[in-house]
């Protein structure tokens, strides 16, 4: 039989051992250590376009300006879910900043499935208006081909974002 002094610390215990955490730290650094994972998102995501312009910009002009044509189209899905995250990041912190833990769960699995359904919209309104969708981001009609190619399967990245 296990010692009850050998057991990790309760939820309460964590959770009490979090809020002491955020309301006692000093902001600046709480602001950075919490920004952290927005700020490395969009460092991939620039990265990754970084990386594909090098190697689609190999097979032409027209291929690289799909590229350009397409990162558009990608900072659109990631600020809508970067609208849903934070905003229900700052509702539910101020939820559990009053000890409503059972509001700040409400908020979270709201901001989820309104997040997960506006990606399932967004995927849907892409695949239902692909060539006017590409020619509305800015694509040349010698570029359309290749956007049309490069956007298809970002299509499905919606309902994760």
């Known amino acids: 039989m296990k010692n009850k002094e050998n057991t990790p610390a309760s939820g309460e215990d964590r959770e009490r051992s979090q809020y002491e955490r955020m309301t006692q730290a000093p902001i600046p650094s709480l602001v950075v250590r919490m920004s952290i994972p927005t700020i490395v998102s969009m460092m991939v ?3 990754y376009n970084l ?4 190697f689609v910009g190999q ?39 009053r000890r409503d833990r ?34 509305l981001l800015g694509s040349t009609e010698t570029a359309a081909p290749y956007a049309r190619t490069y956007i298809f399967p970002i299509s499905f990245w919606p309902p994760r974002s």
């Not at 990386?51 to 090098?54: F, M």
């Not at 399932?120 to 239902?128: I, Q, S, T």
């Open 51 to 54: 990386v594909d312009t090098a």
């Open 45 to 47: 995501t620039n990265i």
């Open 102 to 135: 059972a509001d700040a769960v409400t908020t979270a699995s709201t901001g989820f499935f309104l997040a997960l359904g506006a990606g399932l919209l967004l995927a849907v309104g892409c695949f239902a208006f692909l060539d006017p969708l590409v020619m």
């Open 59 to 97: 097979l032409g002009n027209s291929a690289s300006a799909a590229v350009g044509v397409v990162f558009g189209f990608m900072s659109i899905i990631q600020a809508i879910g970067f609208m849903f995250g934070q905003g229900s990041g700052s509702l539910i912190s101020r939820e559990l900043g």
